[in-house]
């Protein structure tokens, strides 16, 4: 069983510009979930995806979108980037059977790091 | 809303003596609570979950937590720090829908 995977590992990129980042699910999780981690901050909630639909949405502007594939993998795309979205991205996959069960478990890749300059 | 707040940015222990990492939380109805920790360069991992159980959870290497209702708290603690212990440390509520809501961090200095 792999565990949750993201590429790229380190990004840069200029301000204006537009990024895609990956992540690769757990085995057998069917939800991907996606946070922003500022330096020293905690994780911020983006949105989640479950089977291939937006599935909830946090306080973020709609140049944050994303995708889930058949084989729940899922993309995070960022439109014209701007100076604060430097955050490191993480993803989460988990196991969803609605309705949803107190405390289900999300799973966390290691990040991508984001440089915008 | 639901949301927490870690009582402490910083926290410094020897080597062989109690954890505490402080985190009440704010719910409008019975929380789901978790703690994860995350070391440099790591994904996060999940320590212990709080499901409405058991008020004394017992997580992955010698963490627990216990659930205060009256207090609204979730204190991590662990009986002696080991340096492996060194991170950052995560309250986390389950918040509206499928989210997550996490804590601002605690960061765990471990010393000889």
């Known amino acids: 069983e792999t565990g949750v995977t993201q590429s790229p590992t380190h990004l840069i990129k200029t301000r204006g510009q537009q990024v895609t980042l990956r992540c690769s699910s757990q085995?057998?999780?069917?939800?991907v979930s996606w946070y922003q981690q500022a330096l020293g901050q905690g994780p911020q909630f983006i949105f989640q995806?479950?089977?291939?639909?937006?599935?909830g949405r946090g306080n973020f502007p709609p140049r944050f979108s994303g995708l889930q594939f058949p084989n729940y993998s899922s993309e995070l795309n960022v439109n014209a980037l701007e100076l604060d979205d430097s955050a490191l991205y993480l993803c989460?996959?988990?196991?969803?059977?609605?309705?949803?069960?107190?405390?289900?478990?999300?799973?966390f890749g290691p990040g991508t790091r984001l440089t915008v300059l | 809303a639901q949301s927490v707040t870690q009582l402490d940015s910083h926290v410094s222990v020897s080597e062989g003596t109690p954890v505490l990492l402080r985190c009440n939380y704010s719910?409008?109805?019975?929380?789901?609570l978790f703690w994860y920790v995350q070391h440099p360069n790591k994904g996060l991992q999940l320590l212990l979950k709080?499901?409405?159980?058991?008020?004394l959870v017992k997580g992955i290497n010698g963490f627990e937590a216990e659930f205060k209702k009256s207090e609204t708290s979730f204190h991590l603690t662990k009986p002696s720090a080991h340096m492996s212990d060194a991170a950052e440390y995560f309250c986390?509520?389950?918040?509206?829908?499928?989210?997550?809501?996490f804590g601002k961090g605690t960061s765990l200095l471990v010393t000889p």
């Open positions: 085995s057998g999780h069917n939800t």
């Open positions: 709080y499901t409405s159980a058991a008020t």
């Open positions: 719910s409008s109805y019975s929380p789901s």
């Open positions: 986390v509520v389950k918040g509206r829908g499928y989210a997550l809501n």
């Open positions: 989460a996959s988990s196991l969803l059977h609605p309705p949803i069960k107190r405390g289900y478990e999300q799973f």
């Open positions: 995806y479950y089977r291939e639909e937006e599935n």
